[in-house]
């Protein structure tokens, strides 16, 4: 059974382009979440969703960014026009169910925007 | 405003000896605990739980306590390795959902040899 997938590992965008990052939950797990890790800093959650539905975006910065988990295929987190600040590590963790039960989390993204 | 506070971001132990680590939280609501280890370029790896309704969680060398009067929780390693050296993350979550966490800055443990 693979863990949560992500890709790609590394991401060199410039300034204005869109970065797409990729998340593929654990078979099983219906529950996808998304964290950002600045340097130096904890982990900051950006996003949950489900299937099809975003159910808690409230780390989600109002601008640029967005997410999606469609029905067939992985979690998506675009953020688009990328700003150097954007340059951090993003992970991704699914779980089988919403309630006491840890998160797993993939090997991360990390975006450097030059 | 950070809910989830690691004050020292470093510790090392010799290996053998106990290793603790602190957090302190400030939201009364946080009903469930974790730690996560992290190694550089990989992503969190959970380690151990607790629930709000509990003082002591144990599972082989980890020991996880929390003391909810201090909003205090720490994690002990023992005997402590050279494998353990990680950064480690207390982690809260509220109502349950415990995908959606509020983290600590991590603390980064050094067991020497």
């Known amino acids: 059974n693979a863990g949560v997938m992500q890709n790609p590992r590394h991401l060199v965008r410039r300034r204005g382009q869109e970065a797409r990052l990729r998340c593929s939950p654990m078979?099983?797990?219906?529950?996808v979440y998304w964290y950002r890790q600045l340097p130096e800093e904890g982990l900051k959650f950006m996003v949950y969703?489900?299937?099809?539905?975003?159910?808690?975006e409230s780390g989600m910065p109002k601008e640029r960014f967005s997410a999606e988990f469609p029905k067939e295929g992985p979690s998506i987190l675009r953020i688009q026009q990328v700003v150097r600040g954007d340059s951090a590590a993003y992970f991704c963790?699914?779980?089988?169910?919403?309630?006491?039960?840890?998160?797993?989390f993939g090997q991360g993204t990390r975006l450097t925007v030059v | 405003d950070q809910q989830v506070k690691q004050n020292s971001p470093s510790l090392s132990v010799q290996e053998g000896r106990i290793s603790i680590l602190n957090c302190d939280y400030t939201n009364s609501m946080f009903d469930y605990f974790l730690w996560y280890k992290k190694y550089p370029a990989e992503g969190p790896t959970f380690l151990i739980s607790?629930?709000?309704?509990?003082d002591k969680n144990e599972d082989g060398r980890f020991t996880v306590f929390l003391n909810k009067s201090a909003k205090h929780l720490s994690l002990h390693i023992v005997p402590s390795q050279p494998g353990d050296s990680a950064v480690y993350f207390c982690?809260?979550?509220?109502?349950?959902?415990?995908?959606?966490?509020?983290f600590g800055q991590g603390t980064t443990l050094q067991v020497k040899p």
């Open positions: 078979k099983g797990h219906s529950h």
């Open positions: 982690a809260a979550s509220e109502g349950g959902n415990t995908g959606k966490l509020i």
């Open positions: 607790i629930s709000s309704i509990k």
């Open positions: 963790a699914s779980s089988i169910s919403q309630k006491n039960t840890e998160a797993f």
């Open positions: 969703l489900q299937k099809e539905n975003i159910i808690d």
